[in-house]
């Protein structure tokens, strides 16, 4: 069956203040790689507060097809009982990745580290995204790809070498996920692997690796980079993994608050790692009411209890150095910007046209849709805000199967003049699949088609 087949739309109106106190789930970032260190280390990895989106439990089958016994002992409390760097398994049929990009990716820097082949796939969205950016310097390692579509696209088959070469690598785009893979394709070297990034990205892989007992260094590198050294075939012990909630995800119910007057909404444990929080340091500075409390250290990252007021916001200039802690929430950040008074600018998002969707050209044009004065001038994001006035709304917007531009224009109607509506909902299972539960506990009116 097609995937417009399974779509199901989704509306959201305007109704009273939003109020209450919530936790976002777990971060997806994190999910995943608790999961692929439990795979790599011997023994057993326990997980606390795992995300259970479809992106993480994608992650969750490779990793059993890999050799790793995973368990659900219960609500986000996971067991991962792992084979060692170097003892892996090839497994028996593809890899089915679905609409994870991080997943399909960081799982291709583990098997590019082992003498097994395997192939990865996933849906429509995942399937146009590239992959070359992971290949090359998996390649240097002395990967093959056997078989891939155009492009070096998925579904693609790659086979790992006998022994895998350390590298040092320069990330062409600045990328967690091509880190990472090196990394993780680094584990099973000999020797040193070296990524340099001239932009500092979240550094999750480089913790957690620390954490599970890898030998991991890193240095600044020019004004905004980095460089991270790993010491190869290390033997990964076993940790406890507290995921903490995803600020990216948080993202919504705080801006849903921001927007939507009279909200008085508190976000419980949101990680505060300043490699994830650039939406919150640009909406400081375009005015909102956010204050960071009960800041304290939890599972290894620092985290706080957000709470958001309702109040007016102003434009601002958001610099390109910027966009590496705040990737994902450039959407939700363009719906805060069209009730904001006078123009923000949203510098250099050219990344944002490779992720599940390309997000420039999706939330320019549902911000058009929905009577919101904006542009794209290169890879730049203008948008004019009405200010006291919101926008018309009424429009329906189509997501292409990107979660992010389902929830950010959902945020959009419960604050718009008139309701918005989105032509699929059920992507937002990937990384948030308590979202409209969370979102109407705090009094938001949304509504998925039966
Ligand atoms: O490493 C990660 O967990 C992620 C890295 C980012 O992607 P890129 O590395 O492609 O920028 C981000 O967009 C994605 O949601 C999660
Ligand atoms: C880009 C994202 O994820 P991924 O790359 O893992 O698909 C996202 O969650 O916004």
């Given amino acids: 069956m097609s995937a417009a087949a399974l779509s199901r739309p989704a ?115 995942l399937r146009s995204r590239p992959m070359r950016r992971i290949l090359d310097p998996l390649a240097l390692m002395g990967a093959k790809v056997v078989d891939a579509a155009e492009g070096g696209r998925l579904p693609l088959t790659l086979k790992g070498p006998d022994r895998a070469l350390p590298i040092a690598y320069e990330t062409p785009v600045p990328s967690a996920q091509v880190k990472s893979a090196v990394l993780l394709a680094g584990l099973n070297a000999p020797g040193v692997t070296t990524v340099v990034e001239r932009e500092a990205t979240r550094d999750h892989t480089e913790r957690m690796l620390r954490a599970f007992g890898a030998e991991v260094t890193v240095e600044p590198h020019g004004a905004h980079g980095r460089e991270i050294r790993l010491v190869g075939q290390p033997e990964l012990r076993p940790a406890e993994v507290r995921v903490p909630a995803d600020p990216s995800s948080a993202a919504f119910p705080l801006v849903a608050a921001l927007i939507t007057p009279g909200s008085e909404v508190t976000l419980e444990g949101v990680m505060t790692n300043p490699l994830r929080t650039g939406l919150v340091t640009t909406l400081l500075e375009m005015g909102a009411d956010i204050s960071l409390e009960y800041v304290r250290e939890d599972g290894g990252d620092e985290v706080a209890d957000l709470v958001v007021r309702a109040g007016p916001l102003k434009g601002v200039d958001v610099p390109p150095e910027r966009a590496p802690t705040m990737i994902d929430e450039y959407p939700i950040l363009a719906v805060a910007a069209a009730f904001a008074e006078g123009e923000t600018r949203m510098r250099g998002l050219h990344e944002l046209t490779v992720k599940e969707s390309d997000r420039l050209a999706a939330v320019h044009a549902g911000l058009v849709a929905n009577g919101v004065e904006a542009r794209i001038e290169g890879d730049d994001l203008i948008v004019r805000g009405g200010g006291g006035r919101a926008p018309g709304g009424a429009a329906a917007v189509a997501t292409h199967l990107d979660h992010r531009i389902a929830m950010s224009f959902l945020v959009m109607g419960l604050a718009a003049e008139r309701p918005v509506t989105v032509d699929d909902a059920t992507m937002i299972a990937t990384s948030f699949p308590t979202f409209f539960d969370l979102m109407g506990g705090l009094g938001g009116d949304l509504e998925v088609a039966p």
Avoid: C, Q, Y
């Fill in 11 to 125: 509306t959201a109106r305007r109704a009273g203040p939003l109020a209450g106190r919530v936790r976002a789930p777990g971060d997806k970032s994190i999910s995943h790689r608790a999961l692929i260190l439990g795979l790599l280390a011997v023994g057993e990895t326990r997980i606390e507060g795992l995300l259970e989106g479809e992106d993480v439990l994608a992650t969750a089958r490779a990793a059993e097809a890999l050799g790793a016994e995973v368990e659900r002992l219960g609500e986000g409390s996971w067991r991962v009982r792992g084979v060692g760097v170097g003892g892996l398994r090839a497994p028996a049929a593809p890899l089915d990745f679905g609409n994870a990009g991080t997943g399909s990716r960081l799982m291709m820097g583990v098997v590019a580290g082992h003498p097994i082949e395997a192939s990865f796939d996933g849906d429509a969205s």
